[in-house]
């Protein structure tokens, strides 16, 4: 398996040539040369494997035995998935009204960036310690990334780990998930203004190469391969856990923001996963625009919504869904992604979005009262509460009421507990205080104004 850029400059590269970076020295993110095809019978003998079994499976088709043997691999991925809660490590809850929740949030932050991160620090750590390399990590978060970035390398010496929040723009409980977190590797800037606009002096960072060398610069965002490789288990986890039989369609509903989790989905059903997905985001509606009617383009500022991770007007993977899209056509990529860093807009052509639509077969936007009425709903209907991004996608299975004749699920991405203020907007009588703690413990962090910013 090897890799190249999305825009064509580099290819050939290996899995850890493109773990160990941000974006691609022409712009672009790092995707595969080509994708695994898996066959019936292959998908018949996964079907009941556990999940920590379905990430080993996925990553041995993107690493090469060369790179890690499967032994290393598979003792990497079982040792950090231990720090999850439940032995399934992602659980299904078949609530009434045939809502199915996937529960993706059972890692030390309590959203489903633990599942990535968690084998992404670990394979991070396994590099640098053959290597005795040391590397900084640079991260901007919308209020989940940034925590589980922490929790999967806070204390290595071969690491330092710089993560950009914008302060006020996500939940008090997800800010302090990060700055409660002390360790000497860990670098926290509270920054003045949106996630869309912290990322601005990150990629300005990434695009000096001079500077990347020197300070062994990377990203764990989902701009890193190492992320959305992943993420493509838990779509082969949950299809075979919704399935009646292994070859029937299942629909999955996608919280979406900055569009890993859903390019992941693409992949695992680019491989021959039977899979459809619905692409549900808040009132930030690019991915909406995009993937509905090739409208790919910023439309005013960022809103601040009930669900902050997917407050996003630049979602950055959009890039790799057209790569897959447009069958890996990285000259096509290139010439669209240049005019959208030009312009802020373009259109995609339709024979791209008339393949992209047998996989993402429709789009949902939820207002904030949407969310609010899916998350009442849901408990006063199951006495279970959901997170609001978990209910962007619960309100568009109660909007589609009617039966889709086929299994379906809802990702849900996040425990309610790291929103208690969604929650009791919610009006549910559900006090959230798992995580009260957070408010007496030391934090650690540091301002960045919006005019250093500028200055990057």
Not at 157 to 166: M, S, Y
Not at 239 to 247: A, D, I
Not at 329 to 358: A, G, H, I, Y
């Amino acid at each position: 398996m090897k890799y190249c850029s999305s825009r064509g400059l580099e290819s050939g590269l290996s899995f850890r040539d493109v773990l160990f970076a941000g974006y691609a020295k022409d712009g672009g993110l790092y995707v595969p040369e080509e994708f695994p095809k898996l066959t019936l019978d292959e998908l018949k003998s996964m079907a009941h494997t556990s999940y920590p079994g379905l990430v080993f499976e996925m990553a041995r088709k993107f690493i090469s035995e060369q790179e890690i043997s499967s032994v290393q691999l598979k003792d990497l991925i079982d040792n950090n998935i231990k720090k999850f809660t439940t032995p399934e490590v992602v659980e299904i809850k078949q609530l009434n009204g045939e809502l199915n929740i996937v529960e993706l949030f059972h890692g030390p932050t309590l959203a489903f960036k633990d599942l990535a991160l968690s084998v992404v620090g670990g394979l991070l750590n396994f590099y640098l310690k053959e290597n005795q390399q040391n590397i900084t990590i640079l991260v901007g978060t919308s209020g989940d990334t940034g925590s589980s970035a922490l929790m999967s390398v806070r204390g290595e010496e071969h690491t330092d780990i710089v993560v950009l929040l914008p302060h006020g723009r996500c939940t008090r409980t997800q800010e302090l998930q990060m700055t409660t977190i002390i360790d000497d590797n860990v670098h926290i800037y509270r920054v003045e203004g949106n996630s869309d606009e912290l990322d601005e002096p990150i990629k300005k960072c990434f695009h000096d190469e001079s500077f990347v060398a020197n300070h062994n610069l990377i990203s764990i965002n989902s701009i890193n391969w190492g992320r959305v490789m992943v993420q493509i288990a838990h779509y082969f986890y949950s299809y075979f856990r919704l399935c009646g039989e292994v070859g029937e369609v299942v629909q999955l509903l996608v919280p979406t923001g900055a569009a890993g989790n859903i390019t992941a989905g693409c992949i695992a059903q680019k491989m021959g996963l039977p899979i459809t997905m619905v692409a549900t985001v808040n009132t930030n509606d690019i991915v909406a625009r995009t993937l509905s009617c090739g409208d790919f383009s910023v439309k005013g500022e960022v809103v601040k919504s009930l669900a902050p991770a997917m407050d996003i007007q630049v979602p950055y993977n959009i890039e790799r869904l057209l790569y897959l899209f447009t069958d890996q056509d990285r000259q096509r990529v290139r010439c669209l992604m240049e005019e959208f860093d030009r312009e802020n807009r373009v259109r995609v052509p339709e024979d791209v979005m008339t393949s992209l639509k047998q996989t993402v077969v429709e789009t949902f936007v939820a207002s904030d009262d949407d969310i609010k009425s899916a998350m009442r709903r849901v408990y006063e209907e199951n006495k279970y509460v959901v997170c609001p991004h978990t209910a962007v996608a619960a309100a568009y299975h109660y909007y589609q009421s009617e039966s889709v004749g086929v299994p379906r699920g809802v990702l849900a991405t996040a425990a309610p507990d790291k929103f208690p203020e969604a929650v009791a907007e919610s009006e549910i009588p559900v006090k959230m205080d798992s995580l009260q703690h957070l408010e007496t413990m030391p934090t650690k962090s540091m301002w960045m104004r919006k005019e250093c910013t500028r200055g990057l």
